[in-house]
């Protein structure tokens, strides 16, 4: 089993900063990729961001492109996502998540392991 503990959330306005992290414990972090998801109130989960277990193999959703930066280290056991100029419309729970493949997908339903998430709220 491996657990997944999200932080960093928190209210920013507009055009501000945000750092997520990702802390894994139970089984050996640079076996698995890792994604990033959100879901606003109301709205499906989407992806955001995907890095493969080398730190290679990044991509992200058109949304967030130029903004966002996936990142990881294996020697910590964490991942994490930079957020920059972010928009009301980043407002959502951000919830990372493993995958037992050496590259990341985005499909949340081909994920292994999920954290309970961490708010992001961005305020116009």
């Known amino acids: 089993q491996v657990q997944l503990v999200e932080s960093g959330g928190g209210l920013v306005q507009a055009g501000g900063s945000l750092r997520l992290s990702c802390a894994a414990s139970?089984?050996?972090?640079?076996?698995?990729?890792m994604g990033w998801f959100r879901q606003a109130p109301g709205k499906e989960r989407r992806f955001v961001a995907a890095?493969?277990?080398?730190?290679?193999?990044?991509f992200y959703a058109d949304s967030v492109k130029g903004r966002f930066t996936i990142s990881r280290d294996n020697a910590k056991n964490t991942g994490y996502l930079q957020m920059n100029s972010l928009k009301p419309e980043d407002t959502a729970v951000y919830t990372c998540?493993?995958?037992?493949?050496?590259?990341?997908?985005?499909?949340?339903?081909?994920?292994?392991?999920w954290g309970q998430g961490t708010q992001v709220t961005v305020s116009s």
């Open positions: 998540a493993l995958e037992d493949r050496p590259l990341g997908g985005t499909n949340w339903g081909e994920y292994d392991y």
């Open positions: 139970g089984r050996t972090f640079s076996k698995y990729s």
């Open positions: 890095i493969g277990w080398s730190g290679g193999n990044i």
